[in-house]
C-alpha cells in the first residue's frame, strides 16, 4: 500500500523568507502524481501544485516549487517571499496513475506559523 | 463557478445516534469523493462515485456508513448508529473526470462530534 510520510508537524516562517515542507511516500508504482493542498483554518482544501511523476522538470506555480526526487521518492515544496495568507496546514498527496480508484492518499500534514 | 457545496457544516451528536451529510458537487463533475479526516490526520477516502455507482469503497465501514448518490449528482453520507471514533470533519471532494492527474475540488467540510 502506498504511504506518504511529513516529518514536520509544524514550521514557522518570517514573512517575506522561504521556507521548505517535506515530503516522503512509498510506493511501488512507477507512474504517479503528487499534490502539495493547503488547508486554511476555514478547512477548504486548496490545491497547490502538482508534479506527473515521469516528468524530471520540477513543477512551480508563482512562489511554490517543488523539488522532486524520484529515485529517494522525496517531494519537497518551498514557499518563496512568504506572506501571511500562506499560514495554514499543508498535506502532501500521491494518487497512482492507473488502475483502481482516483483516491487521493494523504500524508498528516504540516502547520505553517508565518511570523510578521 | 460554484463550488462543492456541504451541510450542515457543524453537527453534535450522541453515540449510537444516526447522522446524515449532503454534498452538491461542481456541476458537471462526474466523480465524487467522501473523505474523513480525522484531528491531526489527513483525509482518509472513504468512497469514490463515478456518476451514481460506487467505484471504491473498500476503506468505508460498511456496518455502520452508507453513501449514496442519487442521479449522479447530489450525494448523502449517513453513519447509524455513531461511534466515538466517528468524530471527524467529513470532506466532500468532485472532480470532472476519472483521471488520478486530474484536479479534485474540495468543499469546506462537516465537522462531527459524537459525545
Known amino acids: 500500500a502506498q504511504t506518504v510520510t511529513q516529518s514536520q508537524p509544524e514550521m514557522s516562517v518570517q514573512e517575506a523568507e522561504t521556507v521548505t515542507l517535506s515530503c516522503t511516500y512509498d510506493t511501488s508504482e512507477s507512474d504517479y502524481y503528487l499534490f502539495w493542498y493547503k488547508q486554511p483554518p476555514s478547512r477548504q482544501m486548496i490545491l497547490v501544485i502538482r508534479q506527473e511523476a515521469y516528468k524530471q522538470q520540477n513543477a512551480t506555480e508563482n512562489r511554490f516549487s517543488v523539488n522532486f526526487q524520484k529515485a529517494a521518492k522525496s517531494f519537497s515544496l518551498k514557499i518563496s517571499d512568504s506572506q501571511l495568507g500562506d499560514a495554514a496546514m499543508y498535506f502532501c498527496a500521491y494518487v497512482r496513475a492507473q488502475g483502481g480508484s482516483e483516491k487521493l492518499v494523504f500524508g498528516k500534514g504540516t502547520k505553517l506559523t508565518v511570523n510578521p | 463557478e460554484a463550488g462543492v457545496a456541504q451541510s450542515p457544516r457543524y453537527k453534535i451528536i450522541e453515540k449510537r445516534q444516526s447522522v446524515a451529510f449532503w454534498c452538491n458537487p461542481i456541476?458537471?463533475?462526474?466523480?465524487l469523493y467522501w473523505y474523513q479526516q480525522i484531528l491531526g490526520q489527513g483525509p482518509k477516502l472513504l468512497i469514490q462515485f463515478q456518476n451514481n455507482g460506487v467505484v471504491d469503497d473498500s476503506q468505508l465501514p460498511k456496518d455502520r456508513f452508507s453513501a449514496e448518490r442519487l442521479k449522479g449528482v447530489d450525494s448523502t453520507l449517513k453513519i447509524q448508529p455513531a461511534k466515538l471514533e466517528d468524530s471527524a470533519v467529513y470532506l466532500c471532494a468532485s472532480s470532472f473526470a476519472r483521471t488520478s492527474g486530474v484536479q479534485q475540488f474540495f468543499g469546506p467540510g462537516t465537522r462531527l462530534t459524537v459525545l
Open positions: 456541476s458537471g463533475h462526474a466523480t
